[in-house]
């Protein structure tokens, strides 16, 4: 899996868009982009996936540059509830069955 | 609620002993994956089992071992237990076929006193 690099900490006001950057220089072209989150001492939670599209749903849109070698993860209006570490990673399509590899994440607050 | 259900919630025991943590993951999925979270620490992958069989394995100590049965749920078992052990532990499952997401249980917390 192609290394990523995130911000350790960031803050956001609530009802502000929360945008998360990821860099990954080094992904391959078959690689995708996941964002998971972990809310305090809670299971990880699925977000969103991209390969080079820009993605939404009904959690957040994923913007990924056109080299591929960032992202963005926004969280259009965000809650107190959104206050998490989120998780960037990095993995082809055909490893969807074997183990993510969680780093350290951005530790996002979500401030009144 | 993701699906993946794990039991018990929460587990103290001494060191030295012998604790089971049990998984059944989401339905129609086929891997099932641990993972142990220390106070503090990141979320390091233990061991993936697919159908059965096993098809990854991490960071997992030689006192740990894991089995995956035919229903598809899964035990950790977790031996001579240290105070170092003390962590959450996490299950995870996902179909294992392209595309698809990795959905986590809401942990099992290990305390070893």
């Known amino acids: 899996d192609a290394k990523t690099t995130q911000p350790p900490s960031m803050d956001c006001a609530e009802g502000r868009a929360a945008n998360l950057p990821c860099n990954h220089s080094t992904i391959s072209g078959n690689e995708y982009v996941y964002w998971y989150r972990q809310i305090h001492s809670q299971g990880p939670q699925y977000i969103i996936h991209?390969?080079?599209n820009n993605e939404t749903n009904e959690m957040a849109s994923l913007i990924i540059t056109e080299d591929r070698k960032s992202s963005t993860l926004i969280l259009p209006h965000a809650t107190l509830r959104d206050t998490a570490v989120y998780y960037c990673?990095?993995?082809?399509?055909?490893?969807?069955?074997?183990?993510?590899?969680f780093g350290k994440g951005t530790s996002l607050l979500v401030t009144p | 609620d993701s699906g993946v259900t794990q039991t018990p919630k929460h587990l103290i025991t001494a060191t030295g002993q012998r604790v089971t943590l049990r998984c059944s993951p989401r339905?129609?999925?086929?891997?099932v994956y641990w993972y142990q979270q220390s106070l503090d620490q990141g979320l390091q992958f233990l061991i993936q089992y697919y159908n059965g069989e096993e098809r990854a394995k991490g960071n997992i100590l030689e006192r740990f071992s894991a089995q995956q049965f035919p229903d598809l749920h899964s035990e950790l078992n977790l031996s001579s237990l240290e105070l170092g052990d003390s962590a959450l532990y996490f299950c995870a499952s996902s179909v294992g076929g392209q595309g698809s997401s990795t959905f986590f249980g809401p942990g099992t917390r290990l305390t070893v006193l």
């Open positions: 990673i990095v993995r082809a399509r055909g490893d969807s069955g074997y183990a993510l590899n």
């Open positions: 991209g390969l080079k």
């Open positions: 339905s129609g999925d086929l891997s």
